[in-house]
């Protein structure tokens, strides 16, 4: 029977930055992420892939890395597939503009809720209300910069770096409680290569990391209708449950949440 694990999670906060004083590159890195956030609120349907790694820190100041992978489709303005497998969970989520579907497929159990409105209302209903935060959900939303550049203290562009064989802008970003860099491909398509963001108020300041791949926008994505269709022995969950479906935790059961530190 496996052991209890005592962690300190890192706290995902969306919200990020401000202003600061001129400082070396500041202007281009605010220049490069606004042409990044322009870029994908001009995008109405986005298809991609991605890994994810959460790290998670022991009470005896242990670094263990989580790693899971998964695939995120959108339509704006309000619909979404997304799912997200890991060695604990595999997990699928749809959302047709009016009702929120998820399925754990491994448990064949599935439940769903009435949460009508954009996917921007359902990124914050999945953080808030269900505490299932999609991954990178940042970056799905209409005011990208914005949101990023809420309480930014410190900005610097670091030059180039390669992610997946693809050359991207490498910014850095500071706010009084996180660190967050970002990797933007370079060229007529700058989405968003890698996102890390490091709790600096965190015993051992973890890091959750994104990073995305097969970027596909327009007529390259697969036509889907976004409906949910649940296996025909699956077993429906109330509605009240579908925020304790353990197939959808950013944890294994197996670890128990403590305190910050």
């Given at each position: 029977?496996?052991?209890?694990?005592?962690?300190?999670?890192?706290?995902?906060?969306?919200?990020?930055?401000?202003?600061?004083?001129?400082?070396?590159?500041?202007?281009?890195?605010?220049?490069?992420?606004?042409?990044?956030?322009?870029?994908?609120?001009?995008?109405?349907?986005?298809?991609?892939?991605?890994?994810?790694?959460?790290?998670?820190?022991?009470?005896?100041?242990?670094?263990?890395?989580?790693?899971?992978?998964?695939?995120?489709?959108?339509?704006?303005?309000?619909?979404?597939?997304?799912?997200?497998?890991?060695?604990?969970?595999?997990?699928?989520?749809?959302?047709?503009?009016?009702?929120?579907?998820?399925?754990?497929?491994?448990?064949?159990?599935?439940?769903?809720?009435?949460?009508?409105?954009?996917?921007?209302?359902?990124?914050?209903?999945?953080?808030?209300?269900?505490?299932?935060?999609?991954?990178?959900?940042?970056?799905?939303?209409?005011?990208?910069?914005?949101?990023?550049?809420?309480?930014?203290?410190?900005?610097?562009d670091l030059g180039s770096g390669v992610i997946g064989g693809t050359e991207c802008d490498h910014l850095a970003f500071r706010t009084k409680e996180l660190d967050w860099q970002i990797w933007i491909a370079q060229g007529e398509r700058p989405y968003p290569c890698r996102?890390?963001?490091?709790?600096?108020?965190?015993?051992?300041?973890?890091?959750?990391?994104?990073?995305?791949?097969?970027?596909?926008?327009?007529?390259?994505?697969?036509?889907?209708?976004?409906?949910?269709?649940?296996?025909?022995?699956?077993?429906?969950?109330?509605?009240?449950?579908?925020?304790?479906?353990?197939?959808?935790?950013?944890?294994?059961?197996?670890?128990?949440?403590?305190?910050?530190?």
């Open positions: 029977m496996a052991t209890a694990v005592s962690v300190t999670v890192i706290v995902m906060m969306a919200g990020l930055g401000a202003t600061s004083g001129a400082q070396a590159g500041e202007a281009e890195a605010k220049s490069l992420l606004k042409a990044m956030s322009d870029y994908l609120a001009a995008q109405k349907v986005i298809s991609l892939a991605y890994d994810a790694n959460f790290e998670v820190v022991t009470t005896d100041h242990q670094k263990l890395l989580l790693a899971n992978s998964g695939t995120i489709d959108l339509s704006r303005p309000d619909k979404i597939r997304a799912t997200r497998a890991a060695g604990f969970a595999n997990l699928e989520m749809v959302f047709d503009g009016k009702t929120l579907s998820m399925l754990d497929k491994d448990a064949n159990l599935y439940a769903q809720a009435e949460t009508p409105g954009t996917i921007e209302h359902l990124i914050e209903e999945l953080r808030d209300k269900f505490h299932k935060p999609l991954p990178g959900a940042d970056l799905l939303l209409p005011n990208v910069y914005d949101v990023l550049m809420a309480d930014v203290t410190d900005v610097k996102y890390v963001i490091t709790s600096k108020q965190v015993d051992q300041a973890p890091q959750y990391s994104v990073q995305i791949r097969d970027w596909k926008t327009g007529d390259e994505v697969a036509t889907d209708d976004f409906s949910f269709k649940a296996p025909t022995d699956a077993q429906k969950m109330d509605v009240k449950d579908l925020k304790n479906m353990k197939g959808a935790d950013e944890l294994p059961s197996n670890f128990a949440i403590g305190a910050a530190q």
